[in-house]
């Protein structure tokens, strides 16, 4: 679905990212790991078109990346980024409604159709009841449910979440993944993560791809990429990886120093 060949990137004089290649298949859910610094948020810029590349090819459904008009693009893709929404003094269902700006010509009004899709961005992310509440009036938790409904609303193929959960308490970290996982359910759409914390991503994910200093250090499944010694070069600690007793996923500990 998405197809990434020997891609780099330059910002000025820094070289953010070199010669990466991997694949994403329809229907998947992708993860990207990482350390601080090593070009996950820049992959998803350039996978989001948001930067362009200097060298290499970025595909979707084998179309160059760049063939797309802009409103083309968010009918295929959706991105919700770590900052989440503003707490502006809109509504939750007109902040929802900004999502089907893809398929609105000039002056044009929502349709039967629009209002169906807001409605059930709203309802599977649980804000109806806040439908009509102000953005500034809600948690950083529920500005980012907020974000997801209305990327949901664009339906779009692929939603592409940067951190999503960064900032937020491990209960709305847990919500906001079985949101995503519940869409790509119901949809048959295609997921790529961002995440700091490798046991959510280890029990959320198909598969990881391993970035550092700009680079992919690997990708593979779930069993290849959370491995001690692997995970020891490249965050430089020790973990230790354990299974999910109920999940059967491998899981990492952290040891305090002595």
């Not at 179309?63 to 900052?83: C, F, N, T």
């Not at 109920?246 to 990492?252: E, F, G, K, R, S």
Request: net charge neutral; hydrophobic share 40%.
């Amino acid at each position: 679905m998405i197809q990434i060949t020997d891609m780099s990137l330059r910002i000025g004089q820094r070289q953010i990212l070199s010669n990466i290649t991997f694949e994403v298949k329809k229907g998947e859910t992708l993860g990207i790991i990482g350390p601080n610094g090593s070009g996950k948020s820049s992959l998803v810029k350039v996978m989001s078109r948001l930067l362009i590349p200097d060298a290499g090819s970025v595909t979707l459904d084998g179309k160059p990346l760049g063939s797309y008009s802009s409103k083309m693009l968010a009918r295929k893709m959706a991105v919700v980024s770590q900052e989440g929404l503003a707490p502006l003094p809109i509504t939750v269902e007109e902040a929802v409604a900004m999502g089907r700006y893809p398929y609105h010509g000039f002056f044009r009004r929502n349709t039967a159709r629009d209002a169906e899709a807001i409605q059930r961005a709203l309802v599977r992310t649980g804000l109806e009841p806040l439908a009509c509440k102000l953005l500034e009036q809600l948690s950083g938790g529920e500005r980012q449910r907020v974000a997801i409904a209305c990327s949901m609303a664009q339906e779009p193929e692929v939603l592409l979440l940067d951190e999503p959960t960064t900032y937020l308490d491990i209960g709305y970290q847990i919500g906001i993944l079985n949101l995503v996982r519940e869409w790509q359910r119901e949809t048959e759409g295609t997921a790529v993560l961002v995440l700091h914390d490798l046991n959510l991503a280890a029990q959320y994910c198909d598969r990881l791809v391993l970035m550092e200093s700009g680079n992919i250090t690997r990708s593979g499944t779930i069993e290849e990429i959370m491995e001690a010694k692997l995970l020891a070069d490249v965050y430089g600690v020790k973990p230790l990886v354990v299974t999910h007793p109920n999940l059967l996923l491998p899981q990492i500990l952290l040891e305090r120093s002595s």
